[in-house]
C-alpha cells in the first residue's frame, strides 16, 4: 500500500534524518506541557529554574559560536563540545518540571534519546570535517555534553556578542518565545 505523497517521505525522514525535526518536536513539546500543564508551586519554580538556566546556557553559546569560520572553543565551548544541546536538555527538563505532568519527563527523555544522537553525529562529523586537527584536539579532551571542571584552554578573554547570538540564529528571539509559554505555564498554577 502506497502512503499519501509526502506522508512517505515524512516517515522515511523520520527514520533516517529524525534530527531534521529535532528543533520542531522540542518546541512542539513545550507548548504542549505549557498549555495542558497543572503547576503545583514548588515543582514549577524548580523548572523555572532550570528553564532559565537553560536559556542562559543556550545564549552564551550562541554569542561564542562561529559557524563555519572557526572552531569555537572559547566561553562554553571550553568546558562542552555542544553547550546549545546541553542548554536545549536543561530547558527540555525544566519545562517537563514546571508543568507538574507525569508523563512529560518519560517523554521528554524519549524525545531526547530519538533525536540528540544522531545529531551530536552528525555535528561532529561536520566539525571534524571541517577543522580536522583542531576539533580532534579539542573533542579529545572536550566531552559532547558532559562539561569538565576546568576549561580546555586557559579563558583569557571575552569574546561573547549579543549580536552574534542574535544574527547566528535568533537566540533572543528564542529565549523570549521560551519566556512567553513559562508566562502561559505559570496561569496555571494552582
Not at 571542571?149 to 523570549?176: C, H, K
Request: with cysteine.
Amino acid at each position: 500500500m502506497a502512503l499519501p505523497f509526502g506522508l512517505e517521505r515524512f516517515f522515511r525522514d523520520i527514520r533516517y534524518h529524525r534530527e531534521r525535526f529535532r528543533q520542531f518536536i522540542g518546541v512542539c513539546f513545550v507548548v504542549l506541557v505549557s498549555v495542558v500543564g497543572s503547576p503545583g508551586a514548588g515543582l514549577f519554580y524548580a523548572g523555572v529554574a532550570l528553564v532559565i538556566l537553560g536559556i542562559a546556557i543556550r545564549l552564551w553559546a550562541s554569542g561564542h559560536v562561529k559557524k563555519n569560520k572557526a572552531l569555537a572553543t572559547d566561553g562554553p565551548y571550553a568546558y562542552v563540545r555542544h553547550p546549545q544541546y546541553v542548554g536545549n536538555i536543561t530547558l527540555g527538563f525544566g519545562f517537563a518540571l514546571a508543568s507538574g505532568l507525569w508523563w512529560s519527563i518519560p517523554v521528554y527523555l524519549l524525545i531526547l534519546l530519538l533525536f540528540y544522537p544522531p545529531a551530536i553525529s552528525r555535528e561532529d562529523k561536520k566539525l571534524h570535517e571541517a577543522f580536522e586537527t583542531e576539533w580532534e584536539k579539542w573533542s579529545e579532551k572536550t566531552r559532547a555534553l558532559i562539561p569538565r571542571l576546568t576549561p580546555y584552554q586557559p579563558l583569557t578573554s571575552v569574546s561573547w556578542s549579543f549580536m552574534q547570538s542574535l544574527r547566528q540564529n535568533g537566540e533572543p528571539i528564542i529565549d523570549a518565545f521560551l519566556i512567553f509559554w513559562l508566562y502561559i505555564l505559570s496561569l496555571g498554577l494552582r
